[in-house]
Nanobody
Framework: QVQLQESGPGLVKPSQTLSLTCTLS??????????WSWIRQPPGKGLEWMGA???????YYSPSLKSRTSISRDTSKNQFSLQLTTVTPEDTAVYYC?????????????WGQGTQVSVSS
């Protein structure tokens, strides 16, 4: 069974870059026709899809975050990562990594437990 685990700092200062990593176990990020996504949920708000990297290595981003977001992968470690630049307190959220099959990219069938990231000086 696929398991996803987010890791990274829980506190980031304003204007800095938020960096998170998702480690996959029980599968491979390069096999199967999957998108590997980053999703966040600010306090009191709904889920927001940020972007994804496909099994092929292609990347896709939310238009609202595209200018500040970068998703990459390390296939040797079976990991994919998120970088969000120039953060503000509005980027405070629980950040999740998740998997969706290409046949239905809006349905996420595996999720990490989520990691809280706060942006504060």
């Amino acid at each position: 069974q696929v398991q996803l685990q987010e890791s990274g700092p829980g506190l980031v200062k304003p204007s800095q870059t938020l960096s998170l990593t998702c480690t996959l176990s029980g599968g491979s990020i390069t096999t199967g026709y999957y998108y590997w996504s980053w999703i966040r949920q600010p306090p009191g708000k709904g889920l927001e899809w940020m972007g994804a990297i496909a099994y092929s290595g292609s990347t896709y981003y939310s238009p609202s975050l595209k200018s500040r977001t970068s998703i990459s992968r390390d296939t040797s470690k079976n990991q994919f990562s998120l970088q969000l630049t120039t953060v503000t307190p509005e980027d405070t959220a629980v950040y999740y990594c998740a998997r969706a099959h290409v046949s239905d990219p809006t349905y996420f069938d595996s999720w990490g437990q989520g990691t809280q990231v706060s942006v504060s000086s």
